[in-house]
Structure formats: structure tokens, C-alpha cells
């Protein structure tokens, strides 16, 4: 929230500054020029994004930030991953215990989120025994891009489908246990400006997490998939 805050006096500023170079008060640099020229075309200076689209998106940052209460689960409300820059470091802050962990994503149950599921290889154990749950994030409006989402990765004539509410939660070791049922993509997992119209795909990766697949990891790479959170 400090960050944010301090990000917008700094536009203030800019702003400020623009309007006495215009009255003629102080001197233009190239820096005030490119945010002059910015504002002439209706873009935010310097992430050049339409001014309307950037306003909305800090407004909606803010209001997660404000809104957020750091003492309730992690999984009690959706997460907007376009406010953080690694998902990682936000579920490691909530686990102090150290030790070799990975990113695991699964679609969520009809019963709450923070329930143990059977055979769920995140578990950090049961609910009766003494170690504590793993941290998870629950996230929802993801879109998987190169595939076609059934409880998975799977097969399809899709190039991109939306995937229902999930959770991305830290699981122990390095890696999911892989056997012959089951196999593992460590797929990207990217923020995407709906102004952006697509063309950002590739940009701001946020985290890479493991996702069962019934498709082989190595054409899942090949196809490009990656799971889309819009902002």
C-alpha cells in the first residue's frame, strides 16, 4: 500500500510539474515532454496504457490492499494476483518453517477451500494432526490458454477456456510425487491486461505452478500453455 501510494504521489507530481512548464513557471525535460505527450493522447505515463483502463486498475489495487486483512485465512476471498510480482513470496510470508516447497494449482471443490481434500498431494497434513495446513491462495477468473481445462490440462480443439475457481497453494518438496496415473506441467501462470488485448501473454509472470495434465508436459510447452489472470 506504501508503494502504491508513493507511485501515485509521483504522478501527482509529474502532473504538477507538466502544468508550470505549460504557464511558462519552469523549464520542460524530455521527462515532462514524454508526460505531456502522454496525457495528449489519453495514455498513463510511463506504463502507456489508456488513462481510463490504468485509473481502474490502481483503484481496484487500492481497494484490494485496504480491504485485505492480514489475520483472516488466505483463502477466505478471491486474490487479485495483478497486485502482487511473486505469488511465492506471499505464501512463503504465511509459513516460517523452511524447507524445499513448489507452487501447486488444483480446481477448487464445492466444499470450502481450506478443507483437506483425499489424496491431495499439497497436504501438509491431516486436520486432526499437529502440522499445520500449507498456505493457499484462492484466485478465480483464470482463462488456460493453449488448451482445455477438464479438472486439468487436457486434450481439445480449445485454444483458450476458462478455468473455474482454484487454489494455488505451497506443497512440500521440490517437486509434485509423479507416478504412472499421474503427470505434472509447471505451467506459467501470467497477468494480462485486458487492454493489452493479448498481446502480453508472454509478459509478467507471476508465478509457475504445477497442474495435472492428461496431456504430455513437454507438447503442453511447446503449445504454449499458460494460465491467464486478466487485470
Known sequence: LNRAS???????????????????????TAQLYAVYKSAQLGMAYPANRPLAAWLASWAEHVNFLTTWDPKSALDSKAFRLASVSDISTVLSSYYREGGLHHLWFEEVAEKHVSEA???????????????????????EGLRLVGARWAGGISKGREFECEVPPAV????PGAMPVISSSSAWYLCPLVVSWADAFGTDLVERTVAHVYVRTSVNPALCALHGVRLVSSA
Open 117 to 139: 481434500s483425499e489424496g491431495d498431494p499439497g497436504d501438509a497434513g491431516d486436520p486432526g494432526s499437529e502440522k499445520p495446513r500449507l498456505p493457499q491462495l484462492l484466485v
Open 6 to 28: 508513493h507511485a501515485l504521489q509521483d504522478v501527482r507530481r509529474e502532473c504538477i510539474a507538466c502544468h508550470a512548464a505549460l504557464a511558462g513557471d519552469v523549464c520542460w
Open 168 to 171: 494455488i497453494r505451497l506443497s
